[in-house]
């Protein structure tokens, strides 16, 4: 089956300072990619996605890494503000109609 | 904001209870999925369906059962809850296309006691 992991469970950073989130996965054949922002009692919030043929994708504030030698992801929000603070999910589909998601990243910004 | 709605949000029931978790959305999306998500932990897919009058189960095993009568409707239901059950049972659609966002519904928790 799939894996999808994250290096760190937990993320503390001050708030202004740049936060970086990293996922590996292990489907080479996985070409699409999606994180997810997901608040206390709230659903799964789209961020960004990225597509296999592109290695780096920017949005307002966040920046998505792909690294398909390693097979690996990373999240980059920059200007880190306490807003941001939740469990961020990466998710990976391999062509299929099914993603398959990390078990999250939990960031908490200090003000 | 993604338009896709979940009822009830909370949920506490008694063992052997019928229950029915309801999902709509009006972005006319032909997919749709259920997860259940446990504290700390990943997303399971547990249903989904690609369009009207068309169901599958997903990869992890589940008692419930689901329907999809109307493009914007997709409810699960549980015959008999059971402690077992208790968890967060997370909605989402998405476009008709090879690999499209999914878009979330806040969620449902529920309690069997």
Known sequence: ?111 | EADIYQTPRYLVIGTGKKITLECSQTMGHDKMYWYQQDPGMELHLIHYSYGVNSTEKGDLSSESTVSRIRTEHFPLTLESARPSHTSQYLCASSENERQETQYFGPGTRLLVL
């Open chain 1, 1 to 111: 089956g799939e894996s999808v992991g994250l290096h760190l469970p937990t993320l503390s950073v001050q708030e202004g300072d740049n936060s970086i989130i990293n996922c590996a996965y292990s489907n080479s054949a996985s070409d699409y990619f999606i994180w997810y922002k997901q608040e206390s009692g709230k659903g799964p919030q789209f961020i960004i996605d990225i597509r296999s043929n592109m290695d780096k994708r920017q949005g307002q504030r966040v920046t998505v890494l792909l690294n398909k030698t390693v097979k690996h992801l990373s999240l980059q929000i920059a200007a880190t503000q306490p807003g941001d603070s939740a469990v961020y999910f990466c998710a990976e589909n391999g062509g299929g109609n099914q993603f398959y998601f990390g078990t999250g990243t939990s960031l908490t910004v200090i003000p």
